[in-house]
């Protein structure tokens, strides 16, 4: 099969992955979504406007960063194409983008709209475009991505929706202010919120404990239902928290220059993890329709348990220099708070439609052809991955 053709190139991972980085640069870009003025009359346009092009080389940097993946994954999105059209959308799409977003900045009094942000924001669409289609141009790249995607997730606009949330979950584990497997800030720099009453600080714990149990259980069952096979669900686990923990300790060592191991192994979260461990290590030998309750039930908790003690959704970071507030970054916390707030969210939904589609989100065979008979894509049965 030579690439582009077959079930990969139906693949809609792309679009998915597009449509989420999107969305989270228009949260970025706008949070907090109020404090709109409307402009003087006379008003020139902002790339017109004097004295609005100021910039600091921290800015380029984090612009060029930001943009690059959305331009690899809208490179991505055109099934057969040239690497000079790949390029040419992925940056086409940034600078679209951002011109939309630094217009509507100009209406937000605390943002600079300017055109160094632009160009930027466009330089940065344009290397994620290069790479994607200096990938896109090496056949044996290609079938080598599609062949490892289809031989262990599953496939389908299901598979690829699912690996799209996950890479966002994981996405969100780069800021280090918030602890793995986590949802909220620690609570402890809130005023009064340790000392308000005796055992506050084990009530504290055991909802911080919970709240981590809850995470790890849910996380690691989503990825074990995209895994196709059971023997890969042990390795798939390890290697999304091995990412995670790699992601967070090089995004602190960015920040601080030190190590954030004890903030993050606070007696809450490492007591949770822990027994979140245990419980995924017992669930993942469940039949897949009780995976999936058990999934969608322990992510739903762990967005609920928090409500237990409210100051926590509202707690600021447990180490302000985590707290990023310059220039760019300053809604970065809140932006993947949100996210991680939103998440449990958008996979019970994903979970919900799993479960209401044979062969776990595979696709259905062609017309005339018996459903018992070989899937097109794996070509094993087709009542599903083989457990």
Known sequence: ?????????????????????????????????????????????????????????????????????????????????????????????GIALSFAMESLQAYLPPRDANAIDVLSNG??????????????????????????????????????????????????????????????????????VARAAPGTDAVTVLIEAAESAFQTLGVGLFLALLVRHRRHMGAAVLLLIGAALMIKGVAAIALLKSSAWEGWLRPGVSTGVAAGALALAAAIALPRPAMIAVCAIALLSSLLTPLLVPEMLFARAPLTL???????????????????????????????????????????????????????????GGSGPRT
């Open 1 to 93: 099969m030579t690439a582009g053709e077959g079930p990969a190139a139906t693949s809609r991972l792309p679009h998915a992955l597009a449509a989420i980085y999107g969305l989270a640069i228009v949260y970025a870009s706008l949070q907090p979504f109020a404090g709109w003025v409307a402009l003087p009359d006379a008003t020139p346009h902002w790339l017109l406007a004097p004295g609005r092009a100021r910039w600091t080389r921290f800015d380029i940097v984090a612009n060029v960063l930001a943009y690059a993946p959305f331009g690899a994954f809208v490179a991505w999105i055109p099934r057969r194409a040239k690497p000079a059209r790949r390029v040419a959308l992925g940056a086409l799409g």
């Open 123 to 192: 330089g940065g669409a344009l290397a994620g475009a290069l790479a994607a289609a200096a990938v896109a141009r090496r056949p044996a790249w290609r079938a080598a991505l599609s062949g490892a995607r289809r031989a262990v997730f599953l496939h389908g606009t299901l598979g690829d929706v699912g690996l799209a949330l996950l890479a966002l979950w994981l996405v969100a584990q780069v800021n280090p202010a918030i602890a793995l497997f986590a949802i909220t800030f620690d609570p402890a720099p809130i005023a009064g």
């Open 322 to 380: 985590f707290n990023w507030r310059y220039g760019h970054l300053l809604n970065f916390n809140g932006l993947m708070q949100t996210v991680l707030l939103v998440w449990p969210i958008a996979a019970a939904a994903w979970l919900f439609a799993l479960a209401g589609r044979p062969a776990w989100g595979a696709p259905e065979p062609p017309a005339g052809r018996e459903r018992s008979g070989t899937d097109p894509v794996s070509g094993t």
